[in-house]
């Protein structure tokens, strides 16, 4: 169970994403006045509750208290990390249109404002800066970046959800400016996937330094993706 600092609950909370950095747990708050990161370090703050004191910790054998909080300038309904720049990224999940299993990448839904990314480093982010990316895609639900090349050249990747019926996009954004938000001509490559693919997470083999895309869904019987990175490049 997630408590903050004294060991109190965390009410009303959707841990909408989670990246492991450096033995820290980063969790999403979107919770509304937080926007923010709870960081948790499971070598110093994990705790066994006593038998007698779970009953007031919803059953729960275990906690996990955070050591510190930080805001993002914006909702951050995901969180996730791009390797080659060690930054974190951060976007909002903002839904448009009206049928659920009718929405489709239309001009109106991807120019919208509060489809957002912020990337930051650990230490130097607060809920004024720096400036959020936008426009980006709606019902945002995941997003990695990464560099392709030995030059400035990144892609980034966008995972959105419609809902439990219509099929997830995954989209590929190569060439992308992450200075001025924009996409190089060609615009974008979008791979469709079951309902509800949800956070994107890179790994690097540590061996073999191989890197792997994985995602999940949230629908019905979930599913794990596990994609060679170098497939979707």
Same mark, same amino acid.
């Given at each position: 169970?997630?408590?903050?600092?004294?060991?109190?609950?965390?009410?009303?909370?959707? !841990?909408?994403?989670?990246?492991?950095?450096?033995?820290?747990?980063? *969790?999403?708050?979107?919770?509304?006045?937080?926007?923010?990161?709870?960081?948790?370090?499971?070598?110093?703050?994990?705790?066994? $509750?006593?038998?007698?004191?779970?009953?007031?910790?919803?059953?729960?054998?275990?906690?996990?208290?955070?050591?510190?909080?930080?805001?993002?300038?914006?909702?951050?309904?995901?969180?996730?990390?791009?390797? /080659?720049?060690?930054?974190?990224?951060?976007?909002?999940?903002?839904?448009?249109?009206?049928?659920?299993?009718?929405?489709?990448?239309?001009?109106?839904?991807?120019?919208?404002?509060?489809?957002?990314? *912020? %990337?930051?480093? /650990?230490?130097?982010?607060?809920?004024?800066?720096?400036?959020?990316?936008?426009?980006?895609?709606?019902?945002?639900?995941?997003? *990695?970046? $990464?560099?392709?090349?030995?030059?400035?050249?990144?892609?980034?990747?966008?995972?959105?959800? =419609?809902?439990? =019926? !219509?099929?997830?996009?995954?989209?590929?954004?190569?060439?992308?400016?992450? !200075?001025?938000?924009?996409? !190089?001509?060609?615009?974008?490559?979008?791979?469709?996937?079951?309902?509800?693919?949800?956070?994107?997470?890179?790994?690097?083999?540590?061996?073999?330094?191989?890197?792997?895309? %994985?995602?999940?869904?949230?629908?019905?019987?979930?599913? *794990?993706?596990?994609?060679?990175?170098?497939?979707?490049?």
């Amino acid at each position: 169970l997630l408590v903050d600092e004294h060991f109190c609950t965390l009410p009303s909370i959707h !841990a909408g994403g989670i990246e492991v950095r450096n033995g820290l747990v980063y *969790v999403a708050d979107s919770r509304k006045g937080q926007q923010g990161i709870q960081v948790f370090d499971i070598a110093t703050n994990l705790f066994e $509750v006593p038998e007698h004191l779970q009953n007031e910790l919803f059953g729960y054998r275990y906690v996990l208290r955070a050591v510190s909080f930080f805001h993002v300038p914006t909702k951050p309904s995901f969180i996730g990390f791009d390797p /080659d720049l060690s930054m974190f990224l951060v976007g909002t999940y903002a839904h448009c249109g009206n049928a659920v299993g009718m929405h489709t990448d239309s001009n109106t839904c991807t120019n919208r404002a509060d489809n957002r990314l *912020v %990337w930051f480093e /650990d230490g130097s982010v607060s809920m004024t800066s720096p400036k959020p990316c936008s426009p980006l895609f709606s019902e945002m639900q995941g997003a *990695v970046s $990464v560099r392709t090349n030995t030059t400035t050249s990144t892609t980034l990747l966008i995972s959105s959800s =419609y809902g439990p =019926y !219509a099929d997830s996009h995954l989209h590929i954004i190569r060439n992308f400016d992450r !200075a001025s938000c924009k996409m !190089a001509e060609g615009g974008f490559e979008t791979l469709h996937y079951p309902a509800g693919l949800e956070d994107l997470h890179i790994q690097v083999d540590q061996k073999s330094k191989h890197r792997y895309l %994985w995602a999940l869904t949230e629908f019905g019987t979930r599913m *794990v993706f596990v994609i060679p990175l170098d497939a979707l490049l």
